[in-house]
Each structure stands twice: as structure tokens, then as C-alpha cells.
T-cell receptor, first 115, second 116 residues
Framework: GAVVSQHPSWVICKSGTSVKIECRSLDFQATTMFWYRQFPKQSLMLMATSNEGSKATYEQGVEKDKFLINHASLTLSTLTVTSAHPEDSSFYIC???????????FGPGTRLLVL | AQSVTQPDIHITVSEGASLELRCNYSYGATPYLFWYVQSPGQGLQLLLKYFSGDTLVQGIKGFEAEFKRSQSSFNLRKPSVHWSDAAEYFCAVGFRTRVTGNQFYFGTGTSLTVIP
């Protein structure tokens, strides 16, 4: 159990366009969902934390107007990269937990390449 | 401030040899402790976790980890490494506060190379 999916798994887009990434918990209700960004050969950097039905909490230095997060239900969160630029190219990973600081279950990641 | 340290950026072991990956954390209380593994271009897979109780925890793929409160450590071990274990390993700590809710911190990762 505790499977998280992400869609798409990879995406290539032109500079200036917006890209939406979906994160779904398939067999559990994710009280909290997290979005991470990972650069090559580096650790995961937390971008934001979202609870269902409320606004996301962004980490310092992460532009909330650029990285729009919507957590509409206990099984779905979306990350929209608005007006993407080449420096936004990265590996984006989401995760969900059941609350109480419990285990985070990670999606397989979405690789974004902005040309 | 809370932190997670993985002192070894890269480790190379021979197939069949034993393995120990180090992890130290800095936090006022005992957090929840995790080890994840990431294969190239993939998401993270949970190997094992410690919440409370027995300080030696068993995980998947033959891994185990031992929590040592006195050393604030949670080292990952495997008695005999397989070539398929080559990957990036992340230690993580999680905890919950009334003010900030769930918090989760990752170490910088240890890259494991296995030579035949």
C-alpha cells in the first residue's frame, strides 16, 4: 500500500509556457502533500507543504506565484510551473503522508525540461 | 536548528562485502527516522523507518538500521551488498510540531557504487 503516482513522468516545454504536474495518492488519503525539487547529484529540496483544502506553505526562497500548488482533495495535489524558464528545468518529486509526522510516500518524479 | 548529516558523499564497496552508511541528526527530541533509496531517474523508495521501540529495525532488501540515542545516529547496514544495491541513499528525519505541522528533513545523500 501507500502508492503515489505522478503525471507526467517527463515533460518538455517552451520557455514562457506553463506546465502542470499531478500527484495522486492511489491507495491512501494524504493529509499532507509535499513538493520537492531535486537537482542532479543533489538531495531533495522541499518547495512547499500543502494540506487539503488550504493554501500551501512555501519554503523560503520559493516563489509562490511561480509554483502554484493546489491540493483540492485528499488524493490529489497539483504543481503548476507558470511561465517556465530554462532554470526551472529539474526533477520534481511529490510525496504524501497520513499525518502525525509519519512516513512520507514518494511519487516517481517528473522530469521537466524547459527549452 | 534541525539538521541531518550524511558524512559520506560517496562509498564504493565490492559485491558481497558489508556496508554501513552513516547518518547523524540534530534535534531536541527523538524524531522519526527514515532511510530511502533512489535509483537513477527514479523516485524514493522507503527502506525502513524507526518510530519507537526496538532500536534495531529491519527493512526491505536485507537492510537494517540501528538507532543510537547517545550518538544521535541512525546508521544503515547490510551484511552482503549486491550489485543492484548501487544507488543514492538518503537519511531523513520527520517530526510534528503544533506550530509548523509536519516537518521533514533529508540528508545530502550517499552515493553507493558496487564493484564486481
Amino acid at each position: 500500500g501507500a502508492v503515489v503516482s505522478q503525471h507526467p513522468s517527463w515533460v518538455i516545454c517552451k520557455s514562457g509556457t506553463s506546465v502542470k504536474i499531478e500527484c495522486r495518492s492511489l491507495d491512501f488519503q494524504a493529509t499532507t502533500m509535499f513538493w520537492y525539487r531535486q537537482f542532479p547529484k543533489q538531495s531533495l529540496m522541499l518547495m512547499a507543504t500543502s494540506n487539503e483544502g488550504s493554501k500551501a506553505t512555501y519554503e523560503q526562497g520559493v516563489e509562490k506565484d511561480k509554483f502554484l500548488i493546489n491540493h483540492a482533495s485528499l488524493t490529489l495535489s497539483t504543481l503548476t510551473v507558470t511561465s517556465a524558464h530554462p532554470e526551472d528545468s529539474s526533477f520534481y518529486i511529490c510525496s504524501g503522508d497520513r499525518g502525525q509526522g509519519e512516513t512520507q510516500y514518494f511519487g516517481p518524479g517528473t522530469r521537466l525540461l524547459v527549452l | 536548528a534541525q539538521s541531518v548529516t550524511q558524512p559520506d558523499i560517496h562509498i564504493t564497496v565490492s559485491e558481497g562485502a558489508s556496508l554501513e552508511l552513516r547518518c547523524n541528526y540534530s534535534y531536541g527530541a527523538t524524531p522519526y527516522l527514515f532511510w530511502y533509496v533512489q535509483s537513477p531517474g527514479q523516485g524514493l523508495q522507503l527502506l525502513l523507518k524507526y518510530f519507537s521501540g526496538d532500536t534495531l529495525v529491519q527493512g526491505i532488501k536485507g537492510f537494517e538500521a540501528e538507532f543510537k540515542r547517545s550518538q544521535s545516529s541512525f546508521n544503515l547496514r547490510k551484511p552482503s551488498v549486491h550489485w543492484s544495491d548501487a544507488a543514492e541513499y538518503f537519511c531523513a528525519v520527520g517530526f510534528r510540531t503544533r506550530v509548523t505541522g509536519n516537518q521533514f528533513y533529508f540528508g545530502t545523500g550517499t552515493s553507493l557504487t558496487v564493484i564486481p
